[in-house]
């Protein structure tokens, strides 16, 4: 099927497949799941994720809010930094709010007497391989270190986050980490009503042990009576969607180079981030190698090398893969370029536009003013 590009294309059939993960952990570990917006914010997605999880987490009011709106259910309100006017707002929302830090639990407590409190705690350990996404790197900002002022705290709090997985798809280094923070901070759990053990944990994988992972979570959960959350981003909606592209041109430097009319950095900018090439759906290892670029003004705008069955021609789709977490809440407008509609394949195979952008969403993302008089083809200071 040809698509009117760019667009992305989530798949409510793979996007259940993760979904009925979800809904057996919730089952079988009695955890609840939580959806990191930070991660996949497409709401109009929600209609059917709603039915398989608890609610929603955030970073910010504006993602609570969102939440609180379109999700329904739990709403977890997390903020690195939560601004004294957020505050009234925020408990409208919000059935919980975490904080990052004791002074602002202690500034903003006073306000929330109603309110479900709760900690972030850094453990001092992660799975991440990466230095820029690591909560536990040095000089971390990301949660409160000091225990001593954590056991103190208990009085103001019912539960705590300990997120410290990065696309972590190894149950036995989980396994192992879960094992340390139990020892570690075992005085608290007793405490505490509720722990979110945050996301970053690769469980929809198809060879993830979900069964050895509920016991998991199951004993853990017991052993403290604790109601255990989970807050799956990543994991809940990989390999849901994909990022369509028709090539546009096609050129030679010593390689050839096709030129999409999409950008890596406009509309895939975590992979760029992190360094990482982008994966095409069925490219397969063919004798046709090309490098597929964007088509921004950016020297690096490369979505990867790869090899393709047949060679490629202008008027050629394709599709890159995995196009749902953090990249749609990412896409922006750098060189004006058209930003990619959103589209919806239902679970009946009928495809649904959720969002379609044009001229008007560029000007109005940095302006408000619209020129409506002494406007002509030649621009308004004419
Ligand atoms: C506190 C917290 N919860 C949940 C998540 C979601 O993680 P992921 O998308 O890797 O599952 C993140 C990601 O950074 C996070 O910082």
Not at 90 to 106: D, H
Not at 185 to 214: C, E, M, N, R
Not at 276 to 297: F, L, M, N
Not at 330 to 351: C, E, Q, S, V
Request: net charge negative.
């Amino acid at each position: 099927m040809r698509f009117d590009t760019p667009c992305y294309v989530i798949d409510e059939q793979h996007l259940l497949k993760n979904m009925e993960k979800i809904q057996w952990l919730r089952e079988h570990a009695g955890i609840k799941a939580v959806l990191a917006l930070k991660c996949f914010s497409t709401w109009p997605a929600f209609e059917l994720m709603r039915n398989y999880m608890d609610g929603t987490t955030s970073s910010s009011l504006y993602e609570a809010r969102l939440g609180y709106e379109e999700f329904g259910k739990e709403v977890h309100a997390y903020s690195v930094a939560f601004a004294k006017e957020e505050i009234p707002e925020l408990k409208q929302y919000a059935n919980k709010i975490i904080f990052n830090s004791i002074s602002q639990l202690k500034t903003f407590h006073k306000d929330l007497s109603s309110c479900d409190l709760g900690l972030r705690i850094n453990p001092g350990i992660s799975s991440s391989d990466y230095d820029l996404a690591d909560p536990a790197r040095p000089n971390s900002r990301l949660g409160v270190t000091d225990y001593t002022a954590v056991m103190d705290a208990v009085p103001l709090i019912n539960g705590v986050m300990i997120h410290y997985n990065c696309e972590n798809e190894d149950f036995d280094d989980f396994s192992k980490s879960l094992d340390h923070i139990a020892e570690t901070y075992q005085d608290l759990l007793h405490k505490l009503d509720w722990v979110s053990l945050g996301g970053g944990i690769y469980f929809t994988l198809d060879d993830y042990p979900l069964d050895k992972f509920a016991e998991k979570l199951k004993t853990f959960s017991e052993r403290y009576s604790v109601q255990v959350y989970l807050e799956p981003g990543e994991t809940a909606i990989t390999g849901a969607a994909s990022l369509v592209t028709t090539v546009l041109d096609i050129v030679h430097n010593e390689v050839d180079i096709a030129i999409v009319d999409s950008s890596i950095e406009a509309h895939m900018l975590d992979l760029l981030i992190y360094r990482e090439p982008a994966v095409i759906e069925d490219s397969g290892q063919g004798r046709h190698r090309y490098q597929v670029a964007g088509k921004t003004c950016l020297a690096g705008d490369v979505f990867g090398d790869f090899k393709f069955h047949k060679p490629l021609k202008v008027g050629d789709q394709i599709h890159f893969a995995d196009a749902a977490g953090y990249t749609m809440v990412k896409m922006n407008w750098f060189n004006g370029l058209k930003m990619p509609t959103i589209l919806i394949r239902r679970l009946d195979g009928r495809h649904e536009t959720l969002k379609t952008f044009d001229y008007k969403d560029f000007k109005f993302n940095l302006g408000s003013y619209w020129n409506t008089h002494n406007y002509s083809k030649k621009g308004r200071h004419e």
